[in-house]
């Protein structure tokens, strides 16, 4: 019997409704056969952030066509999977709730094997997929829900080394954009505006970076920005390009200023933990910042740590992460059965103590 293994992935744990094929064979790379992303930004757009009930509707409607799209751009059929893998949490648990009964619908028919993957596993393991990352290695996951680094030395071995007490840096680009009037995603437009903008203007705060330790806040920089921007328009009435311009440029100073420290730290005590071949990875949609990128690059240079950034559609939510996670749990051993249940938390580090908010889908990691 070949050791090859093709997983269908289903992923609907927030925002986007995602199914992908992956194949691999022991000591080859493996293969994204297809991954499909249907998002949802314009159903929520006229609501400025994700509502769970719609989400949880869309992703019902959605899911079993990404499926479809998925064998179809792999040309397969069922009958060539060996699993079925899905996202069980964390996540919003209307979308978690969908994607779980789907799977186990799809098991049931089948007769395949059913694992439930944790989300955050997924983007954690993702370096594995894109780059073959060897164990151990520090992840930073950076984006609209998640922040925080992790130690990761197994499919199921995660230590959390710090994160966010509050906002995800993602979740403030999105906050931040909304205050001044700019599209959501936040992200993408507070970049677009900060290059013309002066970084140096502003002197927003740098939190937590007088403390030790690799914990992180974000929820003070938007509600320091709004001062600005409010003192700016109770002078002027309202506010110039340049302004706006300036206060992206000085928000994203901050956030880029705060990752970069943090980071040196983080892969202080992780190099101390695991002093061969270090390799420091990225995933999460903040990561597609270039401003940000450069300065995670230039902290792994300065501590002699190879650096990885998995192309953008992997470091976003997608489906191809919940498969290679679900091979790799396939190989470990684990499998699920009808009782798997669909989580709204689940932290990775099951030792580390509860954080004490995480990101817009609520404290979960
Ligand atoms: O990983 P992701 O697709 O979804 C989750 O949150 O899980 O990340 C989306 C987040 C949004 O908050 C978006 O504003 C942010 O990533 N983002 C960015 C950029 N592109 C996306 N933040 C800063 N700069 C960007 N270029
Ligand atoms: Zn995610």
Known sequence: M??????????SSCDDTAAAIVRHTPGKPPEILSSVVAGQTELHAAF????????ARAHTEKLDVCVEEALGEAGLGLAALDAIAVTAGPGLIGGVLA??????????GTGLPLIGVNHLAGHALTPRLTDGAAYPYLMLLVSGGHCQFLLVEGEEDFTRLGGTIDDAPGEAFDKTAKLLGLPQPGGPSVEAEAKTGNPARFKLPRPLLDRPGCDMSFSGLKTALLRERDKLVQRDGGLHLQDRADLCASFQAAVSEVLAEKSRRALEDYIGRCPAHPVFAVAGGVSANMTIRAALETVAAQSGAQFLAPPLRLCTDNAAMIAWAGIERFR??????????ARPR????????????????????
């Open 48 to 55: 400025g952030g994700v509502v769970p009930e719609i989400a």
């Open 332 to 341: 470990a051993g684990r499998r699920d059965d009808m009782t798997l249940a």
């Open 99 to 108: 994607g779980v009964m789907l799977a186990k619908g799809l098991a049931a």
């Open 2 to 11: 070949s050791d090859t293994l093709t997983i269908l992935g289903l992923e």
């Open 346 to 365: 689940w932290p990775l580090d099951r030792t580390a103590p509860a954080m004490l908010g995480s990101g817009k889908k609520g404290a979960k990691a």
